[in-house]
């Protein structure tokens, strides 16, 4: 691919010049932010990242800001998962559906407080659904997409880094918890979360002019523990079973064909957008759901567009990410299969670019 041409509708972040001089070799776009694809290599920082430790700017992961009185409400509306039970210092992976039930985004809301809220989204407008829906029922909260940038520290020595600068403590936060932390005299809201499953936190930075003393800082303090800049890894996010919206999943899929169904809980979450929509498809169970492939043979190129999957001749189904795994020795990947052929150890064919593969469902993802 040729490179991208650097322009002012192309967001970069407050870390860019610490990814830059880091020699990032690749970039995706997401959100219309830079998102850094790789530095060394996809095989050398994956494995770098189940080793060490790594420092990922994930600024494109955008929050959207509720603010006000009707905060909470309005963040009901937009999830089919039960938040009344949420304490503010919590984060929950949402599901965020249309009115027929199509997924719009699967971010992680943040509860800062009962009347504020962020919401860290994946890949798509979401701030656009939000404002709509707000003003189109006259709420009282302001939705807005606040200077706020999060920045991911992952890999096993993520805690031992994180001690050092924000103390000891930091090692007790507990999954998907946040607590406020202290750097150059401003608070930071610390989530213990990640895009990995190597474990790690996410800090989100309000206030881009501290974004390169932030990095800085980690970079001194974490020498020697060989801390690199990484960014998610698609290897490992296919192992460890990771969606992404845009790629495995898009508005013509429910949550309970993504696998997130135990992140909605339909008939209490009063007042959800899409709720008739999504009790009428629970009810009747999906017919395709996403299942975890081992696609056999020698690496498999890029996954840029559906890999249509084959059961006897007969479509059941498509690949939408795909990666060689060093760690497993087979190419891991991520499908959507259909009832008749999602069972675990079911045989398929997927047509890849470079011909036809054979594949098996997996019981479970590799990590
Ligand atoms: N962190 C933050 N914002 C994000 C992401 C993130 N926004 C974009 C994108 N990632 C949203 N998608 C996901 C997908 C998976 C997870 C988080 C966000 C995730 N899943 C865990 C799992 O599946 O093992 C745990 C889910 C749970 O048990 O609640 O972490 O990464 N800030």
């Known amino acids: 691919m040729a490179l991208i041409a650097p322009s002012r509708r192309l967001r970069r972040t407050p870390f860019s010049d610490g990814v830059e001089a880091a020699g990032v070799k690749g970039y995706t776009v997401y959100n219309r932010m830079l998102l850094p694809t790789v530095f060394e290599s996809v095989e050398a920082d994956y494995h770098h990242l189940k ?3 790594q420092v990922w700017d994930v600024s494109c992961e955008r929050q959207v800001e509720l603010r006000g009185p009707d905060a909470a409400r309005l963040m009901q509306m937009l999830t089919p998962r039960d938040l009344r039970g949420m304490t503010a210092g919590q ?5 965020i559906v249309d009115e027929t039930g199509g997924m719009l985004n699967d971010p992680v809301a943040v509860k800062l407080s009962e009347d504020r809220w962020w919401i860290s989204i994946a890949d798509s407008d979401l ?6 829906i707000a003003n189109g029922w006259r709420l009282d909260v302001l939705v807005d997409e606040p200077d706020v940038s999060p920045l991911a520290i992952q890999g096993p020595k993520a805690d031992e880094l994180m001690a050092r600068l924000f103390g000891e403590d930091i090692r007790s936060l507990r999954f998907f918890r946040f607590g406020i932390y202290q750097f150059e005299g401003r608070d930071l809201v610390i989530a213990r979360s990640g895009y990995s499953k190597q474990g790690g936190y996410e800090i989100y930075l309000e206030g881009s002019d501290m974004g390169m003393p932030l990095w ?10 060989e ?9 490992e996010r296919i192992e460890g079973g990771l969606l992404s919206y845009g790629n495995d999943m898009t508005d013509d899929n429910t949550p309970h064909e993504c696998g997130l169904g135990k992140f909605c ?11 008739d929509a999504l009790l009428r498809v629970a009810k009747e169970g999906p017919v395709q759901q996403i299942r975890p492939i081992a696609i056999k043979g020698d690496a498999v190129g890029p996954c840029d567009r559906l890999w249509p999957v084959f059961a006897n001749g007969r479509k059941v189904g498509h690949v939408s990410s795909a990666a060689w795994s060093p760690d497993f020795n087979t190419n891991v990947a991520i499908g959507m299969v259909r009832m008749t052929h999602w069972d675990a150890g079911t045989a398929l064919e ?6 036809m593969r054979a594949a098996t469902v997996q019981e479970k993802f590799w990590i």
Not at 91 to 95: L, S
Not at 350 to 355: A, L, Q, R
Request: hydrophobic residues 40%; charged residues 20%; glycine residues 12%.
């Open 91 to 95: 984060c929950f992976y949402v599901p």
């Open 127 to 132: 701030l656009l659904w939000v404002k709509g």
């Open 265 to 275: 809980n339909t008939h209490t979450a009063i007042g959800c957008i899409g709720r």
């Open 216 to 225: 800085n800082r980690l970079f001194e303090l974490g020498a020697d523990l």
């Open 227 to 235: 801390v690199r800049a990484g960014c998610p890894n698609l290897i």
């Open 51 to 53: 080793r060490h430790v």
């Open 350 to 355: 997927v047509e890849t670019p470079d011909g």
